[in-house]
C-alpha cells in the first residue's frame, strides 16, 4: 500500500515525495525513471460515494505530448492518479476533477533515462513478436498461476521465490479469485464491499483487495515478470457473483482497474480466460469490454483474451495478440504456425495443457512432451505457455496456487530461453511454412531445426532458397533440448543453389547426430 | 449467345418468349423455374458510349418482395436485365433507365417450382457447410482449369465432356485470359474492345467475350456444376494489363459481370486466385471490390478470395467461406480444422498441391497424397479441390486448359462423394477436435474415422463421448478409400461409458482391418 501522509503526496515506484501542491517544490522537484510510476495523491470528499460521485484525472505534458490518466478513489479519503511516463523530459501536470479540492492542481516533474534491466513495457515488434518499449527482445516463456495472489502468506511469498529461481517472464493470473469445488471458506480480501459469499455493494470497491493485487503486480515487475492480469473468468460459477456482474458494473470494474494499474509498466490485459465459458456474456460484450480497457489504458499495454472452444475474432483491431488454448496445435509446428497468418499478430499458445500428473487430460502431459511443445511452437514463430498439474506433498497444484515447482520441465524452458535469447531480434519465423514446418528463423542468418520426436542420426546440410546465396557460410550447433548441450559442429559449411528450391553445402556434408529424440540444430552465418 | 430479334425478348434459360411491351401477353405470359433465368432485352441507344452513358435496371416485384438487378448493355442497340427469382408466384417487373426507350416497361412473368435435380444457388449452412437454396446438401468436390473457357472448340467441349464424366461438381476459373510464359499467339476473344495486348478502350467492353462466358457458366450448371468465377489473377504478368486496370475501370468491369452472371444460380465470386500475387492493387483494394460485388448481386452468392503466401481477413462479413491456398494443411486432419475456429465459416481448401508429374514442388502429388488430402480435410469438417498437372501427349495441363483427365484420384474422389452423398445433412464436424483429429461426423449418430497413411490391423470400438450415451447401438463399414470398397462389419456395437472422454463397446471388441493404408471406418447409429 502506497503512503499517504499529506494533502499532496507524489509516489514515485513506491518512494514517497512529498511537496506543497501550492509552492510548488523546486529543489526537491520530484524524479521518476522513464516507464517508472508518477503518482499523485491527494485528499478528498468521504462522503456520498466516492466511487461514483467524484470524477478525477491527471494531464501530463511534454512538449506537444499529453496524456490524461484517469484517477482512483483508494479508500479513506485518498484520490490519486498515476502516471507511466514514456519519454525523458521535464513533465508538466494538471489535475482536473469536478471537486475543487481535487481540480486544478499543477506541478512539473522529470522524467530521467531508465535505470539498467529496466526496458519499459512489452509491445508487438515485427508482427509476430514482441519486444520493450526501448527494443530489446522479449521472448515470452509464461506460466500459469491463476489464484497465486488470492492465497495469502506464506504462500504468495512462496510463489515469488520461485517464481525467481524460474526461467518464466510472464505469468497468467486472475484478479477474481477462483472458485475451487466443494471450497467453502471465505478469502480476506475481495473487490467490492460488503459480505460473501454474494452481499455486495458493487458500487463500492474494496481498496485494499486491489491495493494488494498491485503489491502482487509490483513485485512481479521487480522481478522482470509480466503480470499477464485476467480480468475475467468462468471459475467463479455463481458463488460470489463476479462472473454475472451487470455490465454497468463490469464497464466500471475494468476502467477502476485500468486506472489503477495501468501505469505499471509490466501489465498486460488478458480479458478473460475460456471467454466462452462465461455463459452470461456475450460475444458483443467482449467487444465493449475491450474497448473500455482500451480507452482506459493511455499507454496500450498489450490485449488479448483466452478461448475455451472458441475462438475469439482476434483480427479485431483492438487485439494486439492472440492467446490462444488448444491442446493439440503445438504437437506439430504445421499446426501451430497456421493462426499465425490469419491474424497477422503474435500468438501466443497460452494453454497447451499441462505438466502433471492428474487424471483429466488437460493436466497429465510428461516433461518431455510439455518441452516438445514449446520448441514445436517457436520454430513455427509462436510462443507457448507453462503450467504444471503435479499433485504433491502440499495438495497444491501450481497452476492454481502457486506456490513451489516440482517439475522436470523449467529447467529445460530455462535452456530454451538461453537459446532465445541469443537468436535474432527479429525474432523466430518459418522459412518455408509450408513445406518444412520444422525450420524456424530469420533466412541466411539464422536456423533453428528441430527434429522433435524424430531420433535422426544424422542431417544433410541443406536449407530453403529464401535469402541464399553461392558462398554464404554457416557454422551449427548441436542442441540436445532435453540434456540441455550445445555442441558446436567442426568446421564451416559454405551454401551452393542445388535446385529451385535449396541450398545446400557444396561439399555434401552430413552433420552427425546422436539419434536420439528433443535434438535440434542452431544454423548460424559467418560473416 | 441469347437471341434477341424483337424490341422485347424474354429469354428463360436460354428459351426465347417473345412478347409486345405495349400489349402484355396473357395467353402466353412467360414461365420461369424458380431459380431459372428470367430476362428481358430491349432496344435502346447505339450512340455515345452505351457501357457508360445508359443506366437500365428491373425491379422485380413479388408481394412484399422487390429487388432490383441491374441491366448491361449487350451490344448492338440490345440492352438486357436478368433476374433469378427466389420464390415462386407471379411475380410483376418494370423497367427503369435513364433512357426513355429502355424505362417503364411493364409484366408479369410465372414462376414455377424447380424442375428435378435443379436446387437452387448454393449457400452456407451449418456454419461450416453447405447447401442449396432448397436445402439439399452440397459437397463440394471441386476442380481447378483456370483458362478452360479460353481454348476454343475442340478443346472446350472436351473438358465439358470430361467434366460430365468427373466427380467434379465444382471448378475454379479465370474470367481474365491467363498468360502462360512465352505465348505470343492472341486469343479469339478479349473483354475489352481494341487492339491486343495493349490497344484497349476500358472505357467499352467486349459483350461477345462474356457471352462466351455465359454460355460456359450455362454448360456447367446443366451439369450440375459451380462455377467458381475467378474475378482477377495476377497470371496477366502486365501482357494485357488486366491485372493492373484503374480502380474504377475494375469496379466497372465487377459491376458488368455481376450484372451479367448473377442471374445464373451455379455463379461464386472468387475475388482473386492468390490475391497478394497482384502487385497492384492493396488490400483496401480487395475489401472495396468485394463490397462492390455484394452489392451488385442480388442474390448473396458465395464470395471468397484464394491466397498466395498472405491470408485475407476471412472475417470480413462480405466473406462467405474461406478459399485457401495451403500446401500442407490438409496433410493433417489436425491442421485443417484450426482455420474453421478462426472464421467460424466454412473452409475449402481451393489449392493443396496437384496430381502431377512436373517438376514445381506444387504439381507432382501422387493420386494417393491428394486422395488423402481429401479425406484428411473430409473428417477435419473442411473440403479440398482438386486439380491435375500430369504431363502427356497433348502437352496441356488440365489445370491450365482444362481437356482431359489422366489421374487415378478423380474416380477415388468419386467415391468420396459418394460416401458424403450418404452421410448427415448437418455436415462432418470434428468430434473432439484437439484430441482425435483423423475423427469427424456428427455425435451420437455418424463417424468418419480415418487411418490416412497409417496401416492399422484393427481398432478397438472406442468414441469421445459427445453425444452418446449407454446402450446407443451401432453399425460399422469398413472403407477403402483407395481401392473404394465398403466392407460391412458383422454385429452391432453397443457403447457403455468407460471413463471421463470415453465410451466403448460393452463387449470390448476390436474391428479388424487388413493392415493396408487409406483405411476408414464409417460408424453410424442403428435406431
Redesign the interface.
Given at each position: 500500500m502506497r503512503p499517504f501522509r499529506q494533502q499532496l503526496a507524489i509516489c514515485v515506484a513506491g518512494l514517497a515525495l512529498l511537496i506543497s501542491p501550492v509552492r510548488p517544490a523546486i529543489a526537491a522537484e520530484p524524479t521518476v525513471e522513464q516507464w517508472g510510476i508518477f503518482e499523485i495523491s491527494l485528499t478528498g470528499p468521504t462522503n456520498g460515494n466516492p466511487f461514483l460521485d467524484v470524477q478525477f484525472s491527471g494531464r501530463f505534458q511534454l512538449g506537444d505530448t499529453n496524456i490524461t490518466a484517469d484517477g482512483f478513489y483508494d479508500g479513506a479519503g485518498v484520490y490519486r492518479v498515476r502516471f507511466m511516463p514514456e519519454q525523458p523530459g521535464r513533465w508538466q501536470y494538471a489535475t482536473h476533477s469536478n471537486v475543487p479540492e481535487l481540480d486544478g492542481h499543477t506541478g512539473e516533474f522529470t522524467v530521467t533515462p531508465p535505470s539498467a534491466n529496466h526496458h519499459g513495457p512489452v509491445r508487438v515488434c515485427y508482427t509476430y513478436h514482441f519486444a520493450y518499449a526501448d527494443g530489446t527482445p522479449y521472448w515470452p516463456i509464461g506460466t500459469t498461476a491463476y489464484n497465486w495472489w488470492h492465497m495469502a502468506e506464506p504462500l504468495e511469498a512462496e510463489t515469488l521465490a520461485t517464481l525467481a529461481d524460474s526461467p518464466f517472464n510472464k505469468i497468467r493470473m486472475c484478479v477474481f479469485p477462483k472458485h475451487e469445488p466443494g471450497q467453502t471458506n471465505e478469502l480476506a480480501l475481495y473487490p467490492f464491499e460488503g459480505t460473501p459469499p454474494k452481499g455486495w455493494d458493487f458500487s463500492r470497491f474494496n481498496p485494499a483487495f486491489f491495493q494488494h493485487l498491485e503489491q502482487r503486480v509490483g513485485d512481479l515487475r521487480d522481478l522482470g515478470i509480466e503480470a499477464d492480469v485476467i480480468l475475467f473468468d468462468p471459475y467463479d460459477k455463481g458463488r460470489w457473483g463476479f462472473d454475472r456482474m451487470p455490465p454497468a458494473v463490469d464497464d466500471r470494474y475494468v476502467r477502476y482497474l485500468v486506472s489503477r494499474l495501468a501505469a505499471y509498466r509490466n501489465v498486460w490485459w488478458s480479458l478473460s480466460n475460456e471467454y466462452d465459458f462465461n455463459k452470461n456474456k456475450t460475444e458483443a460484450d467482449w467487444d465493449r469490454l475491450f474497448q473500455v480497457v482500451a480507452a482506459a489504458d493511455p499507454y496500450g499495454h498489450l490485449r488479448s483474451i483466452h478461448n475455451g472452444f472458441?475462438?475469439y475474432?482476434?483480427?479485431q483491431p483492438w487485439v494486439t495478440h492472440a492467446s490462444i488454448q488448444?491442446?493439440?496445435?503445438v504437437?506439430?509446428p504445421?499446426?501451430a504456425e497456421?493462426?499465425r497468418?490469419?491474424?497477422?499478430k503474435p500468438v501466443i499458445y497460452d494453454e497447451i495443457k499441462y505438466e502433471g500428473n492428474i487424471?483429466?487430460?488437460w493436466g497429465n502431459l510428461s516433461a518431455q512432451e510439455l518441452v516438445f511443445r514449446f520448441w514445436n511452437a517457436t520454430v513455427a514463430g509462436t510462443y507457448a505457455t507453462h503450467g504444471e498439474t503435479l499433485t504433491n506433498a502440499s495438495g497444491r497444484l501450481w497452476t492454481s496456487d502457486g506456490g513451489q515447482l516440482y517439475g522436470q520441465s523449467p529447467a529445460r524452458l530455462a535452456f530454451l530461453r538461453r537459446v532465445l535469447a541469443d537468436s535474432p531480434a527479429a525474432g523466430i519465423d518459418p522459412i518455408d511454412?509450408?513445406?518444412e514446418?520444422n525450420l524456424g528463423g530469420q533466412p541466411g542468418e539464422y536456423y533453428l531445426l528441430y527434429f522433435g520426436k524424430d531420433p535422426p542420426a544424422h542431417w544433410r546440410f541443406e536449407l530453403p532458397k529464401f535469402g541464399l546465396a553461392d558462398g554464404m557460410k554457416f557454422k551449427v550447433d548441436v542442441l540436445d533440448t532435453w540434456n540441455m548441450t550445445v555442441t558446436p559442429v567442426d568446421g564451416v559449411f559454405t551454401v551452393r543453389k542445388k535446385d529451385?528450391?535449396t541450398f545446400a553445402d557444396e561439399q555434401g556434408r552430413d552433420i552427425p547426430l546422436p539419434g536420439r529424440q528433443w535434438m535440434a540444430l542452431r544454423i548460424q552465418r559467418v560473416h
Open positions: 472458441l475462438i475474432n482476434n483480427a488448444n491442446g493439440s496445435a504437437e506439430d504445421g499446426r497456421l493462426y497468418d490469419v491474424w497477422r487424471s483429466k487430460r511454412k509450408w513445406q514446418v529451385d528450391y
